[in-house]
Structures are given as C-alpha cells and as structure tokens.
C-alpha cells in the first residue's frame, strides 16, 4: 500500500463514522430534538380559606401535554415566594396547612414536563383571616 492510498484510508474513516456512527450494531446516528416548549398553564384555579385555618386550591388537571410531569405550588405573601412542593405533583388540587393568618395569600400553580420545563403560572388571591392554633392542655394523669 503506497503513502497516498494510507492517507486516503486514514482521512475515509471519520467520514465513515460520521455516516454509520461509533456503534457495533452499524446504525446511523439519528440527532435527538431537545423539548423547550412549557406545558400548559393550569387553568380553572381556586382557593379558599376553612374554618380550620387550611387554605384548599383546586384546579383543572392538565389532559393536553402528552410529557406531563406533575404542579408545583408557591404561596406569596408580601413580597416572599415560598415553594411548597418541592417534587411535582400529580394530584389536581393542593392543602395549605400553614398559610399566613390576617394576611393576603397569593398562590402560583404551574405544571411541568417530564424535561423539566416549567409552565407560566395560574394564580389566585385570598385573604386568610386570624386564626387561634389549637393550643395543649394540660392532661392530669400518673406518668
């Protein structure tokens, strides 16, 4: 084999790779498309305050996003975002159990997909009237 038919090989084989790809199996390297679009915003958001001092949101559960992972929650009062679901969730509604008391609640929705892109946010605003916290009794009673 001459000098020119070596360097003919040599310079064929990333050509080859580039066609057939670096696998055993022979087959072609296909690129992958990267998700960037969001899921959709929630919609149909709702929230209200009970009796026992919990805030309750509801809303529509996401049944248009093939990718759909789960909500995330925030609560924001003043000018103080909390997350209060650190993993998505499934389920279409959400229990406050400590909201802020005599303030105003703002509460953020969103959805997320299995990429992890994150919808805008559905929100909703209510006020949480003062509420006592149960507070312990003394229980008389033998050790």
């Not at 805030?55 to 990718?67: E, P």
């Not at 998505?88 to 229990?95: L, V």
């Amino acid at each position: 084999m001459t000098f020119k038919t070596k360097l003919l090989v040599v310079a064929l084989i990333p050509a080859l790779f580039a066609i057939n790809g670096c696998g055993s199996s022979g087959d072609t390297y296909t690129p992958t498309v990267v998700d960037t679009a969001p899921p959709a915003i929630p919609i149909d958001l709702g929230a209200e305050a009970l009796d026992s001092g919990v805030v309750v949101l509801g809303w529509s559960q996401n049944t248009t996003d093939a990718d759909f992972d789960g909500f995330k929650i925030y609560r924001v009062v003043d000018t103080r975002m909390l997350e209060l679901t650190f993993n998505p969730i499934s389920d279409n509604f959400y229990t406050d159990l400590r909201p802020v008391h005599d303030a105003k609640n703002e509460y953020r929705v969103t959805a997320l997909d299995f990429t992890g892109n994150e919808s805008e946010y559905a929100r909703v605003e209510l006020y949480v009237e003062p509420h006592d916290e149960p507070s312990l009794l003394p229980v008389e009673g033998k050790p």
